[in-house]
């Protein structure tokens, strides 16, 4: 069955470096999604990506966070200057048709921000 | 601000009982629900997806809406040792293309 898959799962920086998260969406879905869950708390949304462009972001995602599809099949989350408060594990999710179509979510990365 | 109200727990079920999990939401124009499972340390994984007012049933689980009171539900009956996790109701917002999730509910099967 296709999955969704992330890399790293785990990664640990220093504050104030940069940091790419890596995600392979399910092939044929066309909507792209990123959210994080703080160590303890809800699941939060961070961005949604269709057609090559931001389709919606949450007050979270501000000028740190960028995503990109750099090719194909690859989508990527990048913070450019990282937080104590950015540790979280970052799950990319994707759907197929429309935005209400059933999310399914890879297995995340584990961000550790020291 | 969209909310997604689930009691966080724990529940603690015998096994072979039923589950009853619950959640209730603000977004009136909500067109979507999702129940998710999710192991410590794991991804959230999709158990059910509703749409439509009623039940739908899919094996031992049931998801439950009435959008009238803004309320979806999940059973599990039978429920299993390996049913222990914490489960998450998540809501497309309405318009929007992305999902609000609840706290989640911490469930505990007792053998």
């Known amino acids: 069955e296709p999955e969704v898959t992330q890399t790293p799962s785990h990664q640990v920086t220093q504050m104030g470096q940069e940091v790419i998260l890596r995600c392979v969406p399910i092939s044929n879905h066309l909507y792209f999604y990123w959210y994080r869950q703080i160590l303890g708390q809800k699941v939060e949304f961070l961005v949604s990506f269709y057609n090559n462009e931001i389709s919606e972001k949450s007050e979270i995602f501000d000028d740190q966070f960028s995503v990109e599809r750099p090719d194909g099949s690859n989508f990527t989350l990048k913070i450019r200057s990282t937080k104590l408060e950015d540790s979280a594990m970052y799950f990319c999710?994707?759907?197929?048709?429309?935005?209400?179509?059933?999310?399914?979510f890879g297995p995340g990365t584990r961000l550790t921000v020291l | 601000q969209k909310e997604v109200e689930q009691n966080s727990g724990p529940l603690s079920v015998p096994e072979g009982a039923i589950a009853s999990l619950n959640c209730t939401y603000s977004?009136?124009?909500?067109?979507?629900f999702f129940w998710y499972r999710q192991y410590s340390g794991k991804s959230p994984e999709l158990i059910m997806s509703i749409y439509s007012n009623g039940d739908k049933e899919d094996g031992r689980f049931t998801a439950q809406l009435n959008k009238a009171s803004q309320y979806v539900s999940l059973l599990i009956r039978d429920s299993q040792p390996s049913d222990s996790a914490t489960y998450l109701c998540a809501v497309n917002e309405a318009g929007a293309q992305k999902l609000v999730f609840g706290q989640g509910t911490r469930l505990t099967i007792n053998p």
């Open positions: 999710a994707s759907s197929e048709v429309s935005r209400t179509d059933t999310q399914y």
């Open positions: 977004d009136r124009g909500s067109q979507s």
